[in-house]
Every structure is written in structure tokens, then in C-alpha cells.
């Protein structure tokens, strides 16, 4: 399996980005598909999952970006897409996305829960 992040860039505070995770080898909408991030000297954070189409396809966010984040997937182009709307400067990190392999149950908000990871896409918002 193959993940392939893209969509990060240079924004202002306020600005927006859309982050996009395609995969190849696995269908997307058949696991929990997450985007974290790790800024430099931080552990990498949860941002948010999707989760597979049999448990309900739902998203959950982490606290600090809710209302200005959503996540959506497209099955037909097995992607999963990070709309990120009025960025701050503590958005700037790199953006990892990562899948599942195993059907957890519960939230699946740590990275250990995920078992494939993207390459990462650098989000920098500075004025």
C-alpha cells in the first residue's frame, strides 16, 4: 500500500489549504484513515480520522481544530481530502496521513492505531 500526501503550501493566518491523501493498494473506504501532524520538537498529534464506510464513514476532530477543519473522502479517486480553513500559526507543521490496517473500535486517534503513513506535506501560516 501506498500513500501519497500533497496539498501543503505557504498560507497567511486565515488563509486556506486542502490536503489530499491518495492510495494506492487499498481501498480507502474500507479502513479509518487519519491526518496527523508533528511540528518541530513535538510528537506527532492526531488532527482527524475518517472512518471506514462500515462503521459509519463519521470524522472526528482533535479539539483545536474543530469548526475550521473537514475532513471528506472520494471514493471514486480513493482519496481523502483535509479542508483547512482559517489556519493560525500553530497550524504550521508537517501533515502526515496514515491507514489502518486493523477494524479498531473506539475513537483510533493514536498513531499507533495506524499502521501505513504518506511521506508528509509541510503546512507553514506566517505573515
Known amino acids: 500500500v501506498q500513500l501519497q500526501a500533497s496539498g501543503g503550501g505557504s498560507v497567511q493566518p486565515g488563509g486556506s489549504l486542502r490536503l489530499s491523501c491518495a492510495a494506492s493498494g487499498r481501498t480507502l473506504s474500507r479502513h479509518s484513515v487519519a491526518w496527523f501532524r508533528q511540528a518541530p520538537g513535538k510528537e506527532r498529534e492526531f488532527v482527524s480520522n475518517?472512518?471506514?464506510?462500515?462503521?459509519?464513514?463519521?470524522?472526528n476532530y482533535a479539539d483545536s481544530v474543530k469548526g475550521r477543519l473537514a475532513i471528506s473522502r472520494d471514493n471514486a479517486k480513493n482519496t481523502v481530502y483535509l479542508q483547512m480553513n482559517s489556519l493560525k500559526f500553530e497550524d504550521t507543521a508537517v501533515y502526515y496521513c496514515?491507514?489502518?490496517?486493523?477494524?479498531?473500535?473506539?475513537?483510533?486517534?493514536?498513531?499507533?492505531?495506524?499502521?501505513?503513513w504518506g511521506q508528509g506535506t509541510q503546512v507553514t501560516v506566517s505573515t
Open positions: 475518517i472512518r471506514r464506510s462500515a462503521y459509519g464513514g463519521t470524522g
Open positions: 496514515g491507514l489502518a490496517e486493523r477494524h479498531l473500535a473506539g475513537p483510533v486517534q493514536r498513531a499507533s492505531d495506524y499502521d501505513c
